[in-house]
T-cell receptor, first 111, second 113 residues
Framework: NAGVTQTPKFQVLKTGQSMTLQCAQDMNHNSMYWYRQDPGMGLRLIYYSASEGTTDKGEVPNGYNVSRLNKREFSLRLESAAPSQTSVYFC??????????FGAGTRLSVL | AQSVTQLDSHVSVSEGTPVLLRCNYSSSYSPSLFWYVQHPNKGLQLLLKYTSAATLVKGINGFEAEFKKSETSFHLTKPSAHMSDAAEYFCVVGDNAGNMLTFGGGTRLMVKP
C-alpha cells in the first residue's frame, strides 16, 4: 500500500546548492505531477508528465527541471536553490488525468 | 482559463454542528471539480469528485458537495462535525484533460469540543 513515495521528507539547503527530489509510484499510473505549496496559496503545478517520455511546464516552472525516468519515477531538480524556493513540495500521480494521488511531501528550506 | 476561490480562509465550528465550506469556480468548459483534505503534515486525500452524473456528490467521512452551475459554486457540507475533521480543505478545478489542476487557497477547519 505504498502509493506515492517521496524522498527526502525534509531538506535544508544553502543558496546556490543543487538537489533532486525523488518521487516513485507503484500504482502503474501514466501521469505524474510536481507541485509546491506555499501558505495561503494552495498548491501550484510546477511540471507534469502526462505519460512516460513526456514532460510539460505547469504554472510555476522557473528554476526547476524534471525527469521522467521511467513509468514509476519522476524527479524534480533544483540546479541552484534560492530562498524563494523554500516550500513544501508534493508529488502526485493519476491513471490518466482526473483524480490525483499525493505523496506525503518534502519540506525544503533554502537559507 | 480556470480559477477557484475559497471564500473563507478559516472556519470554526463546534463538534456536532454542521459544516459549510464555500467554493466558487470559473472555467471555460465543463469543469471537473474536486475537494481534497490535508491533515497536518500529511499529503492530500481526495474527499469527493464531481463527474456531471449528479449535482449532489457524496464523499468519504460523511462529506458531500453540491454543484450549482448557475451560481458557479461547489460548496462542501457535513451535517455534524467531528474532532477528526479538523484539517485544511482545498477546492480544486481540473481542465478537460485532467492534468492542470487549479487549487483554491484552502480553508482551515477548526472543530471545538
Amino acid at each position: 500500500n505504498a502509493g506515492v513515495t517521496q524522498t527526502p521528507k525534509f531538506q535544508v539547503l544553502k543558496t546556490g546548492q543543487s538537489m533532486t527530489l525523488q518521487c516513485a509510484q507503484d500504482m502503474n499510473h501514466n501521469s505524474m505531477y510536481w507541485y509546491r505549496q506555499d501558505p495561503g496559496m494552495g498548491l501550484r503545478l510546477i511540471y507534469y508528465s502526462a505519460s512516460e517520455g513526456t514532460t510539460d511546464k505547469g504554472e510555476v516552472p522557473n528554476g526547476y527541471n524534471v525527469s521522467r525516468l521511467n513509468k514509476r519515477e519522476f524527479s524534480l531538480r533544483l540546479e541552484s536553490a534560492a530562498p524563494s524556493q523554500t516550500s513544501v513540495y508534493f508529488c502526485a500521480s493519476s491513471p490518466r488525468g482526473g483524480i490525483q494521488y499525493f505523496g506525503a511531501g518534502t519540506r525544503l528550506s533554502v537559507l | 482559463a480556470q480559477s477557484v476561490t475559497q471564500l473563507d480562509s478559516h472556519v470554526s465550528v463546534s463538534e456536532g454542528t454542521p459544516v459549510l465550506l464555500r467554493c466558487n469556480y470559473s472555467s471555460s468548459y465543463s469543469p471537473s471539480l474536486f475537494w481534497y483534505v490535508q491533515h497536518p503534515n500529511k499529503g492530500l486525500q481526495l474527499l469527493l469528485k464531481y463527474t456531471s452524473a449528479a449535482t449532489l456528490v457524496k464523499g468519504i467521512n460523511g462529506f458531500e458537495a453540491e454543484f450549482k452551475k448557475s451560481e458557479t459554486s461547489f460548496h462542501l457540507t457535513k451535517p455534524s462535525a467531528h474532532m477528526s475533521d479538523a484539517a485544511e480543505y482545498f477546492c480544486v478545478v481540473g481542465d478537460n484533460a485532467g492534468n492542470m489542476l487549479t487549487f483554491g487557497g484552502g480553508t482551515r477547519l477548526m472543530v471545538k469540543p
